[in-house]
């Protein structure tokens, strides 16, 4: 960092002058453009990009203090990068989902490849929610909530279906014929309520996320004969319950 550009921030920790950040933020956006460059080809165009990186850029101004002997230039990457990340991982949930969530998925993601390297296997629930300190319930929640994450996550791991990836994506499967449809989400999500924690988890991983039998399967660790049991017995068990409260009329448990 110049003299100049050293006394210019010593002199805006001192004024806050509006002009004087402006100057400083000019004469160091050749950097948040760098930065900003680094993700393009991810689905953002150029210009939200560098908008985003000037943000970060911003923020490094706002908060740098020249006094601890630091090249502005060190304490504004970390900043801008973070700030282009935070966008990223925003940006890239084509619905909403909880921050709390959002979490858990990137926490599970970043679990499931080295742990799946480490056993020579897909980990099941069980091992995964061991190396994460979440529930069981609570992993099998991250993962139905991938589905809703698209590709482009910067921390998840990446990989496809054949190339033995370990993102959470490449666990997910489509719909196989035969089952019956659970059309009314809404009613059902109650019912669910009945049911005991795995078989809540299985029916919500095959309806709501999409799972085949097999993939659940083998995030459980059980066979896909027991899989296809415990569907069918929950399954007959919401139906019995949607009838009985048909019957008894709305506004009756």
Not at 94 to 119: K, T, W
Not at 127 to 150: D, K
Request: negative net charge; charged residues 30%.
């Amino acid at each position: 960092m110049s003299a100049g550009a050293g006394a210019g921030f010593v002199d805006y920790r001192t004024t806050r002058d509006r002009e004087l950040r402006n100057q400083l933020i000019e004469e160091h956006r050749g950097l948040s453009q760098q930065l900003a460059r680094r993700f393009r080809g991810r689905g953002q165009s150029s210009d939200d990009l560098e908008q985003v990186a000037v943000l970060g850029l911003l923020k490094a101004v706002e908060r740098f203090e020249p006094e601890r002997g630091l090249a502005f230039t060190t304490f504004a990457t970390p900043t801008i990068l973070g700030e282009l990340k935070r966008h990223f991982r925003d940006a890239t949930w084509s619905m909403r989902v909880p921050r709390r969530l959002q979490e858990h998925v990137l926490a599970v993601s970043n679990v499931i490849g080295p742990l799946g390297q480490e056993l020579g296997r897909p980990p099941t629930v069980a091992e995964v929610a061991g190396a994460t300190g979440f529930s069981q319930e609570s992993v099998l929640e991250a993962m139905e909530a991938n589905r809703a994450y698209s590709a482009g996550s910067l921390d998840a791991p990446t990989g496809d279906r054949d190339g033995g990836g370990g993102d959470l994506a490449s666990r997910l499967g489509e719909e196989d014929p035969g089952h019956a449809d659970v059309e009314h989400r809404a009613l059902v999500e109650s019912l669910l309520e009945d049911l005991p924690e795995r078989e809540r988890a299985i029916v919500r991983l095959r309806f709501w996320g999409g799972w085949t039998q097999s993939e659940i399967a083998d995030a459980i660790g059980i066979s896909q004969m027991h899989v296809s049991r415990l569907l069918a017995r929950s399954l007959e068990r919401l139906r019995v319950r949607a009838e009985a409260e048909a019957e008894a009329g709305p506004g009756v448990k």
